[in-house]
């Protein structure tokens, strides 16, 4: 599918569709070719202007003008030689999205940028769970088109709302897609629209689920998304965030997360602990196990929880800290002892995070939540009886549609009796689309009075006050933002601030273990003065350091893959005309991560020449251009 129509054109006319995928356009424009001296639009502002005030578009536009149609359209689409900003709202699976997609165009060879105003483009990774990351997603795709900015939208928003008003006919990337950025980002910057939104499945074999399948063409199954060993570029290169599935097997009435994320789909055991070998060896010391529903993991694919999270605590070597995801109640219930036996390993945080919602039978019931009260309160005790100190977070929505002052009584009466020491409290908005929305809602003065009533009870205690005075063994993987302490977790994932040292001992302090004394408690986080001889005696870091921030891992399981997918990426824009590069690309040969990649980015022999930069290498499997790449998410 092709269409003539652009965005800076107004309102696709009916006639017009959006190209769905890639193959779609090529085909499209062999059949649907303009004049063979048809000059290539050098950039279609989304804004509705036409006109660039660069430079380079100015020189494109004269060069046009004068007849030399090939210089043109080589300055203004030559892919990787643009300048990119992310910003990603939402939670953890988001997250560790948004870092895949900037480790894929930076090993592409496109610029990462903090800053919006200096990008040719903005990605925008968006979160759908509450109203207010919406609006603020919303209110950043109308800024950058009021600023003439491309503009590709990706994430939760857009995957549940692909005919949006506001970014129905923007390029989009799909919540399973996001392998696939690098193509979006380049028919972007060529004025074209394209929307990748389709899951990935795979045939089912004989040991996945019930193990039968289905006569003729078999049975497909859902994976859980893109190659996990793709290249990424972490927010801090110390914690490596890793989606062990996608989706989930509840239906609650108020979610909007499962119109983008759909049902589960799980990654198989041997690929997430090949990806944790992986980042290890990168020199990670903190791995986060994240999903929609980390408890119900496996069950599509034969296997579960504890199952994986045995395997993975095989190949943890000292000094490198498990911390496992959120999980629902129904599906951690029969695995409760062996959970807890993990929960105690001694390279596994004492943390679990585990969503009551409400105390209310009948609201749990109306939410579709699959559980009791009495359910929730078993995994509580159990965890809690066998697991000494365990940390145990949940969530509360104030004011459901259906909830009634008794029902509310309920919730405060569980939050008295258990006294989380990290509770997540959240008003009730309607979701568009979603069952609850279209139920009367409780008074607007109510829930605010239920929000409050309930906010004020949780700062009425003070979880963390019995520590002080101990010795705890913690790991620092972060700085505050303020610089003033580095940031740690004991064994129970509770944040413990060490001020920062200013004799030059701080590179020695992170991503280590050591002890601490305790000498203040908050209400969210603990204090501690560090014991020296205990850093001297601490696991050490991996063999390999950590990646600096802005640098690039890439794993030899991906190497041939993704050498393949931009060689192959580089040649669809050499027979579309938009680019002078050999077919073949540049050859470079990447040290130290035992895989040798040709042709590791497209265009980098292009890109290298106008950057004067090296596109690929340093000895550790990484790939990172000279200039400084920086993220803006």
């Known amino acids: 599918m092709v269409t003539a129509w652009s965005p800076g054109e107004g309102p696709a006319p009916p006639s017009a569709c959006l190209i769905d995928d890639i193959e779609d356009m090529v085909i499209g424009e062999k059949r649907f070719a303009g004049p063979p001296s048809m000059v290539p639009k050098t950039r279609t502002f989304y804004g509705g202007a036409s006109s660039s005030s660069s430079s380079s578009s100015r020189s494109s536009r004269a060069k046009a003008e004068r007849g030399d149609h090939a210089s043109a359209a080589l300055l203004s689409n030559v892919p990787a030689t643009q300048s990119i900003y992310i910003r990603t709202w939402g939670c953890s699976h988001n997250r560790s999205d948004g870092e895949y997609m900037a480790g894929q165009l930076a090993a592409y060879g496109y610029a990462m940028v903090d800053e919006a105003a200096d990008a040719d483009l903005w990605l925008l990774n968006s979160c759908t769970v509450k ?130 994320r759909g049902d589960l789909g799980s990654y198989r055991p041997e690929e997430i602990v090949a990806r944790a070998q992986q980042v290890i060896a990168e020199g990670v010391v903190e791995i986060w196990l994240t999903s929609e529903d980390t408890g119900a993991y496996g069950i599509d694919i034969g296997t579960d929880l504890p199952a994986l999270l045995w395997q993975l605590v095989e190949v943890l070597p000292d000094g490198v800290m498990l911390r496992v995801g959120m999980t629902n109640p129904p599906y951690i219930l029969d695995h409760l002892d062996e959970v807890a036996r993990i929960l105690a390993h001694p390279r596994v945080y004492a943390f679990l995070h585990v969503p009551v919602q409400a105390a209310s039978d009948a609201v749990l019931d109306h939410m579709r939540r699959e559980y009791t009260q009495a359910d929730f309160c078993r995994v509580v005790d159990v965890l809690r009886a066998k697991v000494p100190g365990v940390t145990i977070a949940t969530d509360v929505i104030a004011a459901y549609p259906t909830e009634t002052e008794e029902d509310w009584e309920e919730t405060m009466a569980l939050v008295r009796k258990y006294r989380f020491p990290s509770l997540f ?90 002890d601490v004394r305790i000498t203040r408690a908050g209400k969210h986080y603990l204090v501690g003065e560090v014991l020296w001889d205990s850093v001297a005696c601490a696991p050490q870091r991996p063999p390999v350091m950590p990646f600096s921030k802005g640098t690039l891992g890439r794993g030899p399981a991906m190497a041939t893959a993704k050498a393949t997918a931009v060689t192959a990426a580089a040649r669809r824009s050499v027979e579309r005309g938009t680019i002078a590069v050999s077919p073949k690309g540049p050859r470079a040969e990447v040290r130290g991560g035992g895989v040798s990649a040709g042709a590791c980015v497209g265009s980098a022999s292009v890109a290298s020449q106008r950057a004067g930069t090296a596109a690929c290498g340093t000895g550790r499997g990484q790939m990172a251009r000279k200039e400084d790449s920086k993220l803006g998410f």
Not at 176 to 205: C, N, Y
Not at 448 to 458: A, D, G, I, S, V
């Open 425 to 514: 409290i959240n008003q009730y908005y309607p979701r568009p689309g979603t069952p609850a929305a279209r139920l009367p809602r409780v008074p607007t003065t109510e829930a605010r009075r239920r929000t409050r009533e309930l906010t004020h009870l949780f700062h009425s205690y003070e979880p963390y006050g019995h520590h002080v005075g101990k010795v705890q063994r913690v790991l620092v993987a972060e700085v505050a933002s303020h610089g003033d302490f580095l940031v740690g977790h004991n064994k129970f994932y509770d944040q413990v601030l060490v001020p920062a040292p200013r004799d030059g001992q701080q590179p020695a302090l992170m991503g280590r273990m050591f």
């Open 131 to 260: 109203n207010p990351s919406e609006d603020t997603f919303r209110n950043d795709v109308e800024k950058a088109r009021r600023l003439g900015k491309h503009v590709v939208v990706a994430g939760c928003v857009p995957q549940g709302q692909k005919k949006h008003a506001v970014w129905g006919s923007l390029s989009a990337v799909g919540v399973q897609q996001i392998d696939r950025v690098v193509e979006v980002v380049e028919e972007t910057l060529k004025g074209h629209v394209m929307q990748v939104f389709g899951p990935k499945r795979s045939a089912m074999d004989a040991g996945d689920g019930d193990g039968q399948l289905e006569p003729a063409a078999g049975r497909k199954r859902k994976l859980g998304g893109a190659d996990l060993s793709m290249p990424k570029i972490r927010k801090n290169p110390l914690i490596e965030i890793i989606a062990i599935s996608t989706g989930c097997l509840n239906q609650c009435t108020y979610c909007k997360t499962k119109h983008a």
